[in-house]
């Protein structure tokens, strides 16, 4: 199992900007395909984006355009900036590690413990 620790999380007004970070302080970081996800009370977790080794990056649609994932190999941190956030974007978002961005896709792999955001209107 990897351990992942999230931060960053808040809460913001709509429009507004956040950037969350997720470390693996433990493993080979390079080696990991990296993602996001996401789950509001009472709904499946929700894939958001994710990065593959080689820096490639996907989306859901839903926040194509507004959000952007990165990662800096050499903190062995990936993260997530969230732009034009709305009331629908509240959730509590979770950093995934797993062997190809497929596997983050489907909710594979191990994921984090989670941080909360909050977009009020």
């Known amino acids: 199992q990897v351990r992942l620790i999230e931060s960053g999380g808040g809460s913001v007004h709509t429009g507004e900007s956040l950037r969350l970070s997720c470390v693996m302080p433990?493993?080979?970081?390079?080696?990991?395909?990296m993602g996001w996800a996401r789950r509001a009370p009472g709904t499946e977790r929700e894939w958001v984006a994710a990065?593959?080794?080689?820096?490639?990056?996907s989306y859901s649609d839903a926040v194509k355009g507004r959000f952007v994932i990165s990662r800096d190999n050499a903190k062995n941190t990936v993260y997530l900036q969230m732009n034009s956030l709305t009331p629908q974007d509240t959730n509590v978002y979770y950093c995934?590690?797993?062997?190809?961005?497929?596997?983050?896709?489907?909710?594979?792999?191990?994921w984090g413990q989670g941080t909360q955001v909050t977009v009020s209107s």
């Open positions: 433990d493993r080979t970081f390079t080696g990991h395909a």
């Open positions: 995934g590690a797993a062997q190809s961005t497929d596997y983050i896709r489907k909710g594979l792999g191990s």
């Open positions: 990065i593959s080794t080689g820096g490639h990056t």
